[in-house]
């Protein structure tokens, strides 16, 4: 079945420092969502790709979808303590009912 | 709005009893979902009911069972619980009746089977 891989596993930036994690899959995709869980918390969604190439900012953060849709990558820009917690990548195979979910990306800041 | 509600928010077991989770949504989504989510792990999927009325197996069924009881409430029931079911769960909801849709989770079950 559809496989779901993320690196890196942990992180540990300075404040000010960018961080960048990267979601493989072994199929192509139909689409990627990326979510955010802060520790103790849920994951909650922050963007869908859909498109071939595609890129999407918000704010600090810029999302990435592979031109073969089978990579993502999430790249934020001078981390802030509150960018702090698990990044996940989400994977929706063409088959519309196999949407995997990476291991996540921990991110911790230092002040 | 609540968004999506679970309950209990946490749990002990020994192993062989039963129990069952509870989610309700208010957002009037159609599509319903349990996942796990275990250290290095991620979130794997156990059941979906992409609409009232249906149920579909996820990637770890076994071991579940679910009750979609109307639009509002997707239930996640232990039959005979085992420590490999110690773990956090997550109830989520999303709009549109397809995997891929953007997904609205609750806070959470932590369930620990001893």
């Known amino acids: 079945g559809q496989q779901v891989m993320q690196i890196p596993q942990y992180q540990h930036v300075q404040e000010g420092e960018d961080f960048t994690t990267y979601c493989n899959s072994s199929t192509t995709l139909s689409n990627i969502q990326w979510y955010k869980q802060r520790p103790g918390g849920h994951p909650v969604f922050l963007i869908q790709l859909v498109k071939s190439g595609e890129v999407k900012k918000q704010k600090r953060l810029t999302f990435q979808f592979g031109e073969a849709k089978k990579n993502s990558s999430l790249h934020i820009t001078a981390t802030q303590t509150t960018d702090v917690g698990t990044y996940f990548c989400a994977g929706l195979g063409y088959n519309n009912n196999d949407m995997r979910f990476g291991a996540g990306t921990r991110l911790t800041v230092k002040p | 709005n609540a968004g999506v509600t679970q309950t209990p928010k946490f749990q002990v077991l020994k192993t062989g009893q039963s129990m069952t989770l509870q989610c309700a949504q208010d957002m009037n989504h159609n ?84």
Not at chain 2, 74 to 97: D, K
Request: charged share 20%; proline share 5%; with cysteine.
């Open chain 2, 31 to 114: 599509s319903m979902y349990w996942y796990r989510q275990d250290p290095g792990m991620g979130l794997r999927l156990i059941y979906y009911s992409a609409s009232e009325g249906t149920t579909d197996k996820g990637e770890v069924p076994n071991g579940y069972n679910v009750s979609r009881l109307n639009k509002r409430e997707f239930s996640l029931r232990l039959e005979s619980a085992a420590p490999s079911q110690t773990s956090v769960y997550f109830c989520a909801s999303s709009e549109m009746s397809l995997l891929g849709s953007p997904l609205h989770f609750g806070n959470g079950t932590r369930l620990t089977v001893t």
